[in-house]
């Protein structure tokens, strides 16, 4: 533990990377580990107004990218156009901002973006003027001079720790004095059951927050630990969901409603309702994995107030300019479970025929076979049985 008080974790050992003319940080690893979070904590770094807390000595501005289907340096000066609401900035302007780093650009989601070309990204081509990028990515980026992060998944052998730090973080010190043998036997019982799906990758943290978060509340409602927190992870989103929907007036419409949104965050909007017109690509090896999604596309399957109830929610997290708003699934791993809970249930309501789910269930297991096997735990969990 470092004495220094300018010490601020994450930060400082970034640091030492950001020295020389170009930085590229590449961010790498399975959904929900804390890819965007840290992305997003850079950036408010970049800006910090403390000097302490600052990425360099020097104001820089971040700017969000979520679809590359251009070269990067293009796409940024366009959106340094729109923040700066000015039609013309001159090329060796730009330039000049981008290469002294004054622009801090981060890509969310390098791996699911599927205009991706490698030119886009190429120091040397695309991405030549652009001089300090963060990239968020499933897969390595295998960009040459970067820098790469890799964040820690939940593992058994540093779970005390890991659950002092988040209730510290989340609920407060001393939270569960007397339940914290209970929660840490229950915590290792839904470790066990997410991990059967993916056992040799990083199980996301955001996991062990929503567990934390959730037995936090029952003890707010004076319930016990031992009787009312979940055994399993499938039942542990349920009691999350139920729990983020017990306001609101119709809450069975809001769950099919975020089961579509979910589909369509992983670009399997054709299977559901027929009837809306859609023209969207047929299933492809690049879909089952949560991206970000055009607002006109989510409108097309669920309303306007559910997006909104979502975000307040924290279901959905917004992006977007130029009048072009996209959204994303906060919590990977809510999302691939939603949309495996909508493929099952469709499946049992006549919705979805054999046809239809023998398709998913082969493409999905060549494309991201974790999911393939989630949508049969999901199954199994639902008592539902598949063709």
């Known amino acids: 533990v470092a004495t220094d008080l300018s010490y601020i974790p994450g930060l400082s050992e970034i640091r030492p990377h950001l020295e020389g003319n170009r930085v590229i940080i590449s961010i790498e690893g399975p959904g929900g580990v804390g890819k965007s979070s840290l992305a997003i904590q850079l950036a408010k770094w970049a800006y910090h107004e403390k000097r302490v807390a600052k990425l360099w000595n020097r104001p820089v501005l971040p700017v969000f990218i979520n679809n590359l289907n251009d070269d990067l340096d293009k796409l940024v000066v366009s959106k340094l156009k729109y923040l700066t609401d000015s039609s013309v900035i001159s090329e060796s302007l730009s330039k000049a901002i981008l290469r002294k780093k004054k622009v801090l650009v981060i890509v969310d989601g390098l791996s699911e973006m599927q205009a991706l070309k490698p030119e886009f990204i190429d120091p040397q081509k695309g991405a030549s003027d652009v001089h300090a990028v963060i990239y968020t990515s499933r897969m390595p980026t295998t960009i040459p001079q970067s820098t790469i992060i890799i964040p820690f998944g939940l593992k058994l052998t540093y779970l005390d720790n890991l659950i002092d730090g988040f209730t510290n973080a989340y609920v407060g010190a001393n939270r569960f004095e007397d339940q914290r043998e209970v929660l840490r036997s229950r915590i290792k019982i839904m470790i066990g059951t997410f991990g059967n799906r993916n056992p040799d990758k990083q199980i996301p943290l955001n996991i062990l927050r929503l567990i934390i978060e959730h037995a936090s509340k029952i003890m707010d409602r004076g319930g016990s630990l031992q009787i009312e927190l979940p055994n399993s992870y499938y ?3 349920e009691d999350y969901l139920s729990d983020l929907l ?7 419409h809001s769950i099919v409603s975020m089961r579509a949104a979910a589909m369509v965050s992983l670009g399997l909007m054709q299977y559901l309702d027929a009837s809306k017109k859609s023209d969207h690509a047929p299933l492809s090896l690049e879909k089952f994995k949560p991206q970000w999604v055009s607002a006109n596309t989510y409108t097309v399957f669920i309303s306007e107030a559910d997006i ?12 977007g300019w130029l009048g072009e708003k996209q959204f994303k699934f906060q919590n990977d791993p809510i999302a691939e479970y939603l949309a495996a809970s909508e493929i099952c249930i469709a499946y049992q309501n006549g919705n979805m025929p054999n046809q239809k789910i023998k398709e998913i269930l082969g493409q999905s297991l060549l494309a991201n076979d974790s999911f393939y096997i989630l949508i049969t735990e999901v199954a199994k969990f639902k008592k539902i049985i598949l063709p």
Do not use: A
């Open 235 to 237: 039942s542990l989103v």
């Open 246 to 252: 017990r306001k609101v007036n119709n809450p069975d």
């Open 308 to 319: 909104q109830l979502f975000k307040l929610g924290g279901i959905l997290i917004e992006s």
